[in-house]
């Protein structure tokens, strides 16, 4: 879970194409449908928190997660520039703890596939359900084995901007069925000076069945799931999946 340390300097800059206000529009499509109008969301894994921000700006009230230091000062900064009234907690998402419940909690961009393990994914839920409130909804998404396996396992990407470039060296362990890559980064400092960085990072993929049963076994209702591309059906060549769950067995105070 130690990742995200000299990336976070670049993160946004290499991340500029994903298209985090599609996502927002996504999610805040999904929340509304289940009547989430307004209230306290957390985001899991928030990263820099450019997500966290942009559901903050459609009137909820953020709580933004994240074990690594470094993406959180710099969610930190996008908080003080914007005014925007978030709580960033630096925590490990397998541990956990809020003040009180939440109308929702989200979870995207393959955070959830940085737990290598059922048992942490299955602890990570218990949380999660906990701390939702009745009928709470869990939006999360997570990369498929097809994709490490298929699509990005043992490739190789690179990437060159004006100021830093990276490499991204993939290796997919079939048995463990999980995708190891190394990144390689440089950065401009001072003049045509560039300084080296290197991180390993480690995700493993899983399937809607694995993820269903656990969102069970976490006391939770599975809703329903869809591809994260086409919002269509699941189908056997999704790369990412979106999952939405719901809290189940607490009551509603009277």
């Not at 997660?65 to 000062?73: R, S, T």
């Amino acid at each position: 879970m130690d990742a995200y340390t000299s990336f976070a300097s670049v993160y946004d800059t290499f991340m500029d194409e994903i298209p985090y206000g599609a996502w927002c529009e996504y999610l805040t499509d999904i929340l509304q449908k289940q009547g989430i109008r307004d209230g306290l969301i957390l985001d899991l894994g928030c990263g820099t928190g450019t997500l966290t921000e942009l559901l903050s700006a459609k009137g909820y009230d953020m709580i933004g997660v994240d074990n690594a230091e470094e993406m959180l000062n710099i969610a930190m900064s996008k908080k003080e520039k914007s005014g925007a009234d978030i709580l960033y907690l630096l925590q490990d998402m397998r541990e956990f703890e809020l003040y009180g419940t939440v109308k929702a909690v989200i979870s995207v961009c393959d955070s959830l596939n940085y737990l290598l393990e059922e048992d942490e994914l299955l602890q990570t839920f218990k949380l999660v359900n906990n701390y939702l409130d009745p009928d709470g909804l869990f939006i999360f998404d997570f990369n498929t084995v097809y994709k490490y396996e298929v699509v990005i396992g043992d490739t190789t990407i690179a990437e060159d901007r004006e100021d830093c470039s990276f490499i991204w060296d993939n290796f997919y362990h079939e048995e463990e069925e999980l995708n190891e890559y190394d990144l390689t980064l440089f950065v401009k400092e001072k003049g045509d000076l560039y300084r080296k960085m290197v991180e390993t990072h480690f995700q493993r993929g899983y399937r809607l069945e694995q993820m269903k049963k656990l969102v069970e076994q976490a006391g939770m209702v599975f809703v329903s799931a869809c591809d994260a591309d086409t919002h269509g059906e699941v189908n056997e060549e999704s790369e990412r999946i979106y999952v939405i769950a719901r809290e189940q067995g607490k009551k509603q105070n009277k």
